[in-house]
Structure formats: structure tokens, C-alpha cells
């Protein structure tokens, strides 16, 4: 029996769109998916780096011109991972031509645009995905299950973090990461902490912001620039449940390389998470025997699909591009009909609506209704 | 040649007042001091209490009266350990005596108190000292040393918090803990988060606090009782230094028993602590050879003065109560015209004052300055 | 340019089968290799198997005559997953019918028979493989790098294990892993922990060995069956180096999944490492300063070739089957004569010798040269 | 009511001797003993030497001639914390006076010297102690009652180890540790892994011991001096319970600290300690619901005597003079009549034993019957 063929157009070929190309390869193996993936076409700025990318990922063309790929007849499926600024444009212009878009985060550097593209994939019925691919964790559906069958109890208490040191040399030149619109650790990284957060936890209704610029300027080729995002944002949280929470991100945070974590305190449980080793989670249960209570370490294995798709012993462990693949068949199985899209964009602009709720209250310097 | 002898009055005998007993017994052996404590007489509000006390502890006198202990002649210093709300009247009236005084955590419900008992300290001319015993740790030490040395750089970030979970259990009933006046997760514990921010980041100057009650009411003998005070406590950190920051007190935290934890980033190196190992301090040094570099986990030795007192060999490990004897020792020292006090009534006032901020902060919904 | 073809054959469908397939989707892409794979034909012992892999997989052939693998002219490697006791007919008859032999570990039950398939492949001039994949760990790169650079200094000690509790269950039923032909813990994962022994400290000279039998029987279709092979199995080591060790294999080792781990000492150095977390290496420097000494996490990173071809930003962490696709590339570049065989025959007989070595030392209850 | 007096003499002020004093101080306040000790005299061999300890620790006198405190008719219990070689001529001529003996680890180099003070000892009904301080731990003692309850099921397995790097350093200077008579890393530290091994797995029956010297000559006053005891020992045991397994000592074990660990498995369940961190046990439960098992990390509190009399608290950690003050109480409660000896002559020559054995057993490359 042939498998139908989803055909894959990419847009932007660097860390994420490498990501991308990896997560189909994977899916398609891991998931036994009734699809075949075919590497359609590929799209970056200069011939070299559109061609390297095609030779190097499998991509049947390669193109300058990223309008090829959303408008070519035969492309299925729309990857963005080209830099923030262009994702709205991108995107708009395959929705119209009728493809399913997947998109990198920040799905737009503002919200209200992250609401267009939005409004615009659900009226033209096509899928879409963001880029959120901490959350396809096994771990973190293990969490989530565990707290919606109430092993947690009540949940009281979230405590997330998300920090990284690839910002902390001052002498490190100023980046697209640093640009005014939509750029920012909170954007950029807090992001993900809220996502994870409203993951587990539920809708955030109120946040208090505070976003920080420790280093004032960066080299740039134009001589010092100033620096008018954050490098480190932080928030506290109120949720609809009546938790209470904060996070934290941060790009200055020496020696921390992947440092999402959280932990969720329930009125009979606890959990913390650290995505430094996340293949594991570690459990508190309050009806543990007395004198026989402890955090413990659960490593992930088959109990905690999709992990049994990649290996049938526990403690394996799957690593970052696998969630990446993990991430994939979600969304092709929405795609297909099957399931409900993961992470859509309506969450992404939910995302950036929280973002930018956090940049204001943290200008304003009050507590914000989300 | 015969020690000077230094009498000693303990007014309370529960968990803290014992504390405070193995204090000077451990000091004396382990730090050679030139003095020899005389446990002269213990007070409690009961008979059976004050003399069970007297006989496990080996005082010579028992008392239900602690104004006995203040007048007393032969008696140097006055251990205060009774409930917080009497801190005050018990203090002030040793230091009209001439005693020097020895209070436990809160100083005083009150900043108001706590600098008006600091102010006839001062006066007075004796010698004061609170107990924030987790900064005795060798290992806080070490991070002060390594922050003021400049090992870490220009210190940017703080993340503090302490956390435990007994208060977890809503059907546990109300305590004098649960006193609106003075009481609350933030000041019970929050207190110790930021005496360990200012002991290694310098003075705070700005406040954002979020005081949250999670558990309304709680049995007490006269039905429920309505609960007035925080469990859960936050607060976004201004440091004069220009460092950014955070703290969260949680006595709802789940599992977590004794999580007074830190990082701290610097632009060239990071820490980060946990009390539940305090013998350990991990260190992120970014001078390390590439591809060596990760935090370190240093172990206490010898190197990390006072532990040398305990143990010639590393990594053998002091505990809670040897906290303790390096508070008494530190504490003598000052009495003795050795050193500077370590944590007198002025810093204890100072974390008042920072506690009632937080939580004025909080109600008002807005940023303070300290 | 069209990348040159490499047709791949795999006979057997299970767990090592899977990851074999899952290492070559994952190979093409990460490795950017001037090969493209075809997955030709897969055999299974029944049309059902063979068929569902083929389609699973994307095989475009399947079979239940394994042969019709080795006798494809078509096809350049065969992949044997197939049971330990089918690998010597299988591999001899693809080498010589010319193929790359690509084998799943053991080599074979016997040393001998893995000294014949090694002399064939020798002889025949082809290419192999044996799939020891935890060494294509970028960290035990690492570790291998700074102990011939000398890092650690002189290598003095050793201390290997690898422990699992698959067999922990004494109701677990007999399996092909306790047939006494090349069976038991000891072969099947202590040859784990001696090649990684080796493949970081270089040859054993003498081994000490103790196989013990925990679990005397076990149920079988056929009733109750008795248990010929060892569930423990130890050994006391010599190295050609000078220095001394031990490994331990056990797989009654109750909630540990994947603890291979080891730790190696040196005149001015140690490691620690587990495959728990095994995208961290700890490393002890003794030129550290004084007061600043500890085991240092080290997060794998791009610094860690090959880590920065699945990922450019350390700490994201690589999975199991990436290191089969690290396998997989590395066996690849030895076909297309760019690089070394990274673990050929010859080093699987060499492991085989190894552990009836240990055996053999077990039962004669005396040191053996090896 | 005044306590009873016990009067203690210590021959030795090092290491151990401080440790003595501060398990008398610690536990005559911890532990609300029926007595009072008093700190009678002290000796060591050099006036200065003994004065200071009597100044620094408190003894009422001191001397340098050891045997005034044997004939002291005052003295209860004499403190044994001189040169091991010393041990026996001491231990005997105070357990011919009549007094209580506690000696220092090992009780003497040869077992058949251990031996004859035991017997001596029993013949003369005084109570004796040998410092195996590590057992000390209430976590240790929770692992007892666990193994000893069956909630780990039938013991299969252990793994211990003890190991440290104080001798790494090839040029530290030849000590009396490396004395033939007694000496050696096996003797020194695998004495307390045995210990441990003993204490919770029962009595060891076989033995195949391997004892190596890794470093040939260290530098002495004399010269270079040829190194005769091993630096590393290792050893494969039989317990008579049926369970197999293995102890190492090291002393060149770069980077570790206190590395005195151990992990045990049984057919319920396992357990995982180290000294690095010893409030903690590591216990994973069979029992534990499918998807939510993994090792849990119980910490030390008020639930694994004797840690509450220490703290009321969980997760306040003793520390290693803690050890020292509960073998101290457990001792005392011998001598009072209200318990058995914890550790005593003969427990402490049941280990020279087996030290003597592995020695033997490595030397003839042989199993031993022990």
C-alpha cells in the first residue's frame, strides 16, 4: 500500500529550519505515520545557502524566492522559519493560497498581527502549527495528565523559569534577537515559559511584568547600539484555578544553557521539571508511606507516550530533535484529520498576547487583566 | 589557665531555644574561644517546662518568671527565643539591664519595634545579635568571598526563594504563625530569602511585592478561623548595586522542606545554592578551558572557613546545628571586642523593614522603595 | 547533484531493527553524507512482520527468506538485528556474497565464531560494524579526548557498571537471553561496560571474573525451566596501562534503567560519568584554585563533536537513537573510505573473548590472562 | 536532681580526638542523657600538645603519660584515638583497670590482636565501642528497618564503595597509614565499607579480594621509601543471606570527597546512598503506580531517629560531628545498661577479620571462606 504523500515546502534553512527537516525524517519513522513526507522545495536568500540547504536536507529544489513555495501547486505544507519580522507576510500569503502553515515562533513580533494571521488560517479551514516544542515533552503530558486527574490536588503554586547565557557577554554584537519589535528574552525565551506555564496550569488572567536591560549597548557594525529590549523579564502570575505563580526569563544567566524549568505545587502532590534532564520528572506525593517520602526521580519510558514510538526500554532517552518529530506527527495528524492541532495560531497569538500584556504591565508598572 | 566564664539566660525552650543551647555547647568545643558558657538559667511559662528544660539542657536554674534571667546579676547574655509578639518587651528590658541580647528571627512583628529595640541597643552599648542562622553556612561565606572579590563579574541576576510545605496541609489548624500582626509565609521565611539576597548582593532599593493567601480558613478550637496573612509571598527586586532580582516565600510548597535556594549570575561566572545540600555550592566559572566548562560543585572544606573547626577533611559536612555554633561563635566574638557583630539588631530591623515593605508593596499593588 | 545511493537491507524487525532505521533517517540528514540510503528490502520471519516493517519503515521490499537479502545484487549493507544465535550464518553468507555487514551485538554467542566472521570480513575485504552504540556518545568522545591528551594524567582506576532490572521479576518468563549459548547478564550487557572500559582506557590484560545466578528458574511454556546463565556477573580488571578496575553487569538491578555509568581516575584528574544523563560529562581538575575545586557539570554542547550536527546550542541534549545515528554516519564514512571502521568485527570478537574470558575466570574461580 | 558523672579520659587529640569531644558535647544536650560528663584528663606526647587540648576542649588536667588516665581511679571511660599501633597496649591495660573502652577504628592492625582485646574485654565485662561512626546515620538505620521489614523483598545485590583522594597526590610524603603493619586504603576505608556492607546485608561468607599498589614510593625524611599497602583494594563477597556483591576502596580516587556509597537491591525494591550526601536515601519502590515509579529521594527527618533529636524539622541535615555525638549516646547507654553495644570489641575484630581475609585473598589470588 503507498502512503500518501504530504509535500514539504521550508522557508529559511537555519538552527529551527534544520530543526524542521529533522522532525520529518523522524516522524515519518517513528510514527508510522499513513503519510510519506516528500522535501519539496527550499528557500533562502542566496542561491548558495538555498542550495547547500536543498543538497544537504533533500529538498527535490531550491529557491530564492520564497513565493515559489507558496505558490506552487503541488507544496502542502508551508514552513516558516525564516527571521520574525517576515512570518506575518509569509504566512498571510500561504493561507491564501490555501496551504497548512507551520510556523516558528514568536508566530509575528506583535500580537495584533499574530491575531490576522490567525483570523485568516481559521477562516480559510487550513491547519496551522507553532513552533512550541518543549511542550511535546513526554514528561510534560505526564505532568499535565497527572494534574488533571488531580493526583496534585489543588494546584496552588507555579515557579518557571526560563534561562539561557547566550546574551551574557556584553561584547556580543547586537542581533536580530535585540530589535525593538518583538525582540527581547521575555519575547524571546519568556515565551516559552508561558506557554509551558498556561500548558499545565491553565489561562493566566492577570500578570505583573517586569523586564529589565542590564547591558545598555552592543557592539554593532555601525559603532555601539543602544539596546532597548530586556534581557531579562520576569512576571508574576495569577491563573483563572487561583494559582498563583511567576516566571522568569533571561538570557544572561551564566552557565545555564537550557534551563526550563518549573516546579507546581498541588495541595497533595508536587512536581518539578527541569528541562536540563528532560527525560525526567520528579514527583511528590503526599500519601507516600510516612518516613518513606521524597521527590521521586521518574524517568521517562513507554508508560509516557509517544516515548515508547522511539525506544521500548525505559531511560533511553529521546533528545531535542525528537521533540521536534514529536511535534511533526501532532501536526500532521491534525492535518489528517485526526487529532485536534497541538499548538495552533491561536495559541501562538495567545502567547504574544500574554508577551506584550507583560511588556506593558511591566512599562506601566501595575498589575494587567490578560 | 582558667577561660572567663560568660553566663547565659534562655527564655523559651522550644525548637529554637534548644537550638541556641547546642549552639554554645558545640562553640565552645569547636572554636577554642577564650570563654567558657555557664548555662546559668532557663525560663519557661510553665514549672514542668522551664525545669525539664533546666534538667535536659543542664541549667542551673529553672524559672517561670524570664524577668528573674533579665535581672539576674551574675547572668551576660539573654537568649531570647519566646513567642515573636514578646520579643520586644523581653529585649528592651535586658538591655535596660545591661545584658546583651540574643534574639531569635522575627526581631519584631513590627519594623517599628524592631528600631526602637535596635535603637536603645546602640544606646545602650551592648551587644546584639538575630538569628539568621543560614548565613552562617562556610559556603555563603565562599559566595560573598567570590562576589567581592569580583570572581563572578558584575552581578546582574538574583533568583532566591524558600520554600517548604508546612503549612501544606489545609485541615492543619491555626498557629501563631497565622497572627496578623507579623505573621505570614513572607515574614516567617521570606525574611531569611532576602537576608541571604543583601548578605551577598548588597542593599535592596526597590520592591514589587505579591502577597497571596491560597488556605482561607483553618480549624482552630474555637471552629474555623479566617486566615489574614500570606502563604504564598513574592517580590521583583531592585539592588543598588544595578542587579535585577526576585524571592518567593511558599510554606504551601509540596515536598519541599528546607528549599532555600539561590542563583545568582554575574557576567563572569554564576552560582547557585540549595540549603537542602548546603554543604555544596556550585560555581560556573566562564574562564574554564572551552568545552570544560559546566558549574562545579564544590564541596565544604577546609578551604571554606569556619569548616575547618568541624572537620580537617572535606566533604564530610556540617549540620543545621553547627549553623548555630558559628552564629554563637560569631556572636561572642563581637562581645568579646573581636569582631563586628554579625547580624545585630540593625540588620534584623533592616529585614523587618524590608518585609513590611513587601508587603505595604503588595497591598498597594505597586513598586516601593526601600 | 545527485548524491550517490546506498541500498540497505535489514533483517529482523525488533527493537535494534528499528534503531537501525530510525539511525539512518536521522544519519542522512544530521550528517549531511554524500550518500542517499534506499531502503530496499526488510525480512522478518513471517509475511505479517516483514510487510508491516516494509510499510512502517518504508522499505520497498519484504521477504521472509533472509537470504534473498544477501543475494540482492542490488543491495550494499546488510543490517542483521535478527537473534544472537543467527548472526554467524547470516553474516557469513553477506560477506560473501560481497555486502558491508552491519551486525547488532553480540558479534556471536562464542568467540570463536565471531573470530570466524571477523577473518571472513577481513578476508573479503568489506566493511562492518558491531552496534555498540553508547560509545558514540559525543561525551565518551570527550572523555576519550582529554584522557589521551593527557588531562587526566596517569589513568589509575576504573569502576564500570551496567545496570538495568529488566530481569528483576523472578515471574518473568525464560526468554532467549537466559539461553545458556552466549547468554546471561554478563554477555549481554557487561560487554557494554567492557568496551566502554576499553574504547577509554585501552586493553584489559587480566580479568577476575564472578557470574552469579540470583534467579535459579523460570517459567517457560514448558513449565518451570532452569536458569543456566548468570543475572550478575563482575569482574576485577587489569589494564596494558597499569591500572586496575572492575565492571559490574546486572539486570536484577531494581529501578535502575540505564545506569551505565563509570567513573575513571587519573594522577590529575577524574570523570564521572552515567548514562542516566548521559549528555553530561563531570570532570575533577585538581589545577582548579583552592577553594574553587569541584566535579564540573558539562553539558554537552557543539564543542562536542558531533553534538553541534544534531543541535547548535548546547544543552538541548541529544537522544538514543541519535547515537545510533552517530553509528550509523560513522560506519558510512568507513564504506566510503573517508574514515576508520569506528567498531568493526574485529573489536566485536575482540568484546566476545572478553567476556568468555570473564566466564571462563568465573568458573575456574581464579585470574585469567586475556 | 543531678546527674550521674561520667568521667572520660582521651588518649590522643587529632582528628578523632576533637571528634570525641564534640560527640561528648553534642550528646549530653541532644540526647538528654541520664549523665553528666565530665572531661577528666587528657594525654598526649608532648606537653604542649596536651596542654592546648586541655585549654582548647576542657579537660580538668592533662598529662603525656597515657597511662595516668588507665590508673586514674576517677576515670569511667577511656578514649582510645592514638596511633592504631598503640591501640592494643592501651585497650588492654585500661580494660585490666577496669574502665569502659572506646577505641578508634581499626581496634588494632592484626586481627588476632583485635582478638585478644575483645576477649579481654568480654572477660572483664566492661563495655567497649569501636568508632564506625558512618553507621551512625539515621538513614542508615532506616535502610536497616526497610531491609529487615522485606520492603526491598529478598536482597540480591550490593555495591559499595569507599573512596576518597587524600593519597593522590604521588608526592605527599610517606605516612603511618602506609605503615605494613595494618596499613593500606583497604584497611583504612574498605574497613567502613565492609562495615556498612555488614550492617545491612547481614554477615559476608566469601571473599575474593584485590588489593593493588598503584604508587611504588612516596618521598620520607629518609628518602624515597618503597610503598608496600595497597592504595586501591577491591573485593567480591558472599553474604550468607545468598546475595552477592562488591566493595573498593580507593584513596587515589581523584575528586571524591566522602565517597563512602552504596545501592542494594532487592526483588521489591532498591535503595541508593551516598556519604557525599548523607541526609538522603535514594528508595525505589516496585510497589509504585505504573508511570509514576522512579527513585525517590527521602530526606533525613523527624520520622528516622534519631534525627529528631537533633531538629524538629525535616531537611535540616545533621552533620558529620552529629555521627560522632550519636555513636557517643548509643555507647553511654551501653555502659547505663539500657541498650547492647552498637559497635563493640568484637564487631570491630569481626572487621580486622575480614580486612586480614581480602589481604589473604589477594595476596593468594584465591577465594576465602571468611
Known sequence: MKKRELRVGLIGTGFMGQAHVFGYATAEKVFDLPVRFVLDTVADVTDDAANSAARRFGFETATTEWRRIVESPSIDIVNITAPNALHKEMALAAIAAGKH???????????????????????????????????????????????????????????????????????????????????????????????????????????????????????????????????????????????????????????????????????????????????????FDTDDRKGRQGYRRIEAGPDHPPYGNFCVAAGHQIGFNDLKAIEVAGY????????????????????????????????????LDV
Chains 1, 2, 3, 4 share one sequence.
Open 101 to 283: 502553515v507551520y510556523c516558528e515562533k514568536p508566530l509575528a513580533p506583535l500580537a495584533d498581527d499574530a491575531r490576522e494571521m490567525t483570523e485568516a488560517a481559521e477562516a480559510a479551514g487550513i491547519m496551522t502549527q507553532v513552533g512550541f516544542n518543549y511542550l511535546c515533552n513526554p514528561m510534560l503530558a505526564l505532568a499535565k495528565e497527572m494534574i488533571e486527574a488531580g493526583e496534585l490536588g489543588e494546584i496552588r503554586a507555579w515557579r518557571g523559569v526560563h534561562a539561557e547565557d547566550y546574551m551574557r557577554d556584553a561584547a556580543g554584537p547586537w542581533t536580530f534577537r535585540h530589535d525593538p519589535a518583538g525582540g527581547g528574552a521575555f519575547a524571546d525565551i519568556g515565551s516559552h515559559a508561558l506557554a509551558t506555564a498556561e500548558y499545565l496550569c491553565g489561562p493566566i488572567t492577570r500578570v505583573m511584568g517586569d523586564c529589565v536591560t542590564h547591558i545598555p549597548e552592543r557592539p554593532s557594525r555601525d559603532g555601539p547600539r543602544r539596546i532597548e529590549v530586556d534581557d531579562i523579564g520576569r512576571a508574576l502570575l495569577r491563573f483563572s484555578s487561583g494559582a498563583s505563580g511567576s516566571v522568569e526569563a533571561n538570557w544572561l544567566a551564566t552557565g545555564r544553557k537550557m534551563q526550563h524549568d518549573f516546579e507546581v505545587y498541588g495541595s497533595k502532590g508536587g512536581l518539578a521539571f527541569s528541562q536540563e534532564r528532560f527525560n525526567e520528572l520528579h514527583y
Open 332 to 367: 500532521v495528524r491534525a492535518i489528517l484529520g485526526e487529532a485536534e492541532e497541538p499548538f495552533n495560531f491561536r495559541a501562538g497569538w495567545r502567547i504574544q498576547h500574554l508577551v506584550e500584556t507583560v511588556h506593558r504591565s511591566s512599562r506601566e508598572e501595575r498589575w
